[in-house]
């Protein structure tokens, strides 16, 4: 099984900023199967990046995901209000599919 | 518009079961791989197990193997999971979702969830 760690635990950081979210994986990520979601409080996760670094439909490309092998990132180049939220990094690449165990952004 | 909406969740003792569903809806149902991800109060998401779209093939995750069983009815755009032998740490939230190829892939699309609760 593919170990994901995500850091760091919680981000703080203002509206306008830049955010990066690291995910490391135990072992090489098959083909950058690599996916990155955001969760809102209550909501169902999102969709945001696949395959390390396309976009999702619909996905504002404030967002972008690199990476590949064992270590990835998701960066939000300016923080808007509404991206304050949980990320997770899942890899889809081989069974059984893992999930990080994800990174909060607040508000500073 | 894709829609998967769950059902099914509730309280039950441990020990007990249950069998949620997920109606799905805007995509050719009979083509995609399906699968279930819980996520327990304040913790984060877990794959739990997955389906082809034929139905031919299935897996889970080793902390629900020989206790849930996932299938689907293609005719009615229909999954399911059956949960049995329920533990107090199945107690999450439960979200139906597609794959956005045919077999593996991100999750796309997302049901609401359903909650289900085992406690006595």
């Known amino acids: 099984e593919i170990v994901l760690t995500q850091s760091p635990g919680t981000l703080s950081l203002s509206p306008g900023e830049r955010a990066t979210l690291s995910c490391r994986a135990s072992?090489?990520?098959?083909?950058?199967?690599l996916a990155w979601y955001q969760q809102k409080p209550g909501q169902a996760p999102r969709l945001l990046i696949y395959?390390?670094?396309s976009r999702a439909t619909g996905i504002p490309d404030r967002f972008s995901g690199s990476g590949s092998g064992t270590d990835f990132t998701l960066t939000i180049s300016r923080l808007e209000p509404e991206d304050f939220a949980v990320y997770y990094c899942?890899?889809?690449?081989?069974?059984?599919?893992?999930f990080g165990q994800g990174t909060k952004v607040e508000i500073k | 518009e894709v829609q998967l909406l769950e059902s099914g969740g509730g309280l039950v003792q441990p020990g007990g079961s249950l069998r949620l569903s997920c109606a799905g809806s805007?995509?050719?149902?009979?083509?995609?791989?399906l699968s279930w991800v819980r996520q327990a109060p304040g913790k984060g998401l877990e794959w739990v197990s997955a389906?082809?779209?034929?139905?031919?093939?299935?897996n889970y995750a080793d902390s629900v193997k020989g206790r849930f069983t996932i299938s689907r009815d293609n005719s009615k755009d229909t999954l399911w999971l059956q949960l049995s032998s329920l533990r107090a740490e199945d107690t999450a939230v439960y979200y139906c979702?597609?794959?956005?190829?045919?077999?593996?892939?991100?999750?796309?699309?997302w049901g609401q969830g359903t909650l289900v609760t085992v406690s006595s």
């Open positions: 979702t597609k794959t956005q190829g045919t077999s593996f892939g991100p999750f796309d699309y």
């Open positions: 072992q090489s990520v098959t083909s950058s199967d």
């Open positions: 805007g995509f050719a149902f009979n083509i995609y791989t």
């Open positions: 395959g390390a670094s």
């Open positions: 389906i082809t779209g034929n139905g031919g093939a299935t």
């Open positions: 899942q890899q889809y690449g081989s069974s059984p599919r893992t």
